[in-house]
């Protein structure tokens, strides 16, 4: 369980890290479990264990005081278990407000999840702007909790979210979902497929390909003052991702498909597509990539901003991408002080 705690994130759909008891988790729950039918007949069980002795002592009571009158006696208990229900109301919004916790904790232990060394931390950053913006996890493999991780015998009881949660506290996608959405997002539904996304990446990625394309059309001078308008990036700086020397190639947008790739090959593994052994292994390759070319934070993410401009043409996608970034500098997530790895590229210019 050490290992569970020390793994702990956000709960899903939550900023704070990691996931702590607060109240809003009550109100979050029962306004799900009123919802839901079978969990509001699992909820009277436990209220009914609390109140109903309050209601029986009440009527001990009123017949020990030579209470004799029946209907006085029924009131005592009605008396009681209102009483009873107050209490059960209270032990039960407290146990509420920790549920996603425990939920996590059950969900750490069942997956045997255990804490990311710091260079694995290094490389999830690379997508964590993502992370913060859907409230996902940045420090593992998993961005959402997976079926792909449980034991089987967790997953043939839900049928891959098919049926019911394993825990309430915790949303699981079913894992069908999550392969759907895959595909259309990165066409990827093999581990062929994400071998295929690396070797893309680190050759010319899709953003880099359609801006090479872009930056030799007529277009080009438009396209380069749109994007630094949104941006508020200078033209020339834009004009340089696409000028290299023999030595070292244009960047392009190199560290938006970087992005693109950390997130697919992350999101193979959270479909069961691959293990966690094979999922770092393809990795690797891409934040090697990453950390020699630029060098720093700043830089990686001034880039992925650039690309975010080219890609969708959105001043709201660029300030929706500032505030993600914004908020993981202030927050306590890990990624959030995560160092860029010295390299040869930072050890030649520290600045």
Not at 256 to 262: K, L, M, S, Y
Request: proline share 5%; hydrophobic share 45%; glycine share 6%.
């Amino acid at each position: 369980m050490a290992e569970a705690l020390n793994a702990l994130q956000n709960h899903p759909g939550d900023l704070e890290y990691p996931v702590r008891s607060r109240r809003r988790y009550t109100q979050q729950l029962d306004a799900r479990r009123k919802a839901d039918p079978i969990e509001m007949r699992r909820r009277a069980i436990p209220v009914t264990l609390i109140a109903a002795p309050f209601g029986i002592a009440a009527f001990i009571a009123a017949t020990a005081l030579d209470v004799d009158e029946f209907g006085l006696q029924l009131f005592a208990f009605l008396i009681g278990m209102c009483f009873g229900l107050l209490i059960a109301s209270i032990v039960m919004a407290v146990r509420d407000a920790s549920a996603p916790r425990r939920a996590q904790l059950a969900y750490l232990a069942a997956a045997g999840t255990t804490p990311l060394t710091p260079r694995q931390q290094q490389i999830l950053a690379l997508d964590a702007a993502s992370d913060v913006a859907v409230r996902g996890w940045n420090s593992s493999l998993a961005f959402t909790p997976t079926y792909a991780e449980l034991p089987q015998d967790i997953r043939a009881k839900a049928r891959d979210g098919e049926e019911r949660w394993p825990w309430f506290a915790l949303p699981m996608t079913p894992l069908k979902q999550l392969r759907g959405a895959l595909d259309e997002q990165f066409k990827i539904v093999s581990k062929a497929d994400a071998e295929m996304l690396v070797a893309d990446t680190l050759t010319l990625g899709l953003n880099s390909q359609r801006f090479a394309e872009v930056m030799h059309s007529d277009g080009a001078e438009h396209m380069m003052s749109r994007v630094a308008a949104l941006t508020g990036v200078p033209v020339f700086d834009i004009q340089d991702l696409a000028r290299g020397t023999d030595e070292r190639p244009a960047r392009l947008l190199l560290a938006a498909d970087i992005e693109r790739g950390v997130g697919g090959i992350r999101y193979a593994y959270v479909s069961g597509y691959l293990t966690a052994d094979e999922t770092w292994a393809l990795l690797e390759p891409l934040a090697d990539k990453a950390f020699a070319t630029y060098g720093s934070w700043d830089e990686y993410w001034r880039e992925v901003m650039i690309a975010t401009a080219f890609r969708t043409d959105s001043l709201d996608a660029v300030q929706r991408q500032r505030d993600a970034l914004a908020e993981l500098r202030t927050a306590r997530w890990p990624a959030a002080s995560a160092e860029w790895p010295v390299t040869a590229r930072t050890a030649a210019d520290p600045a």
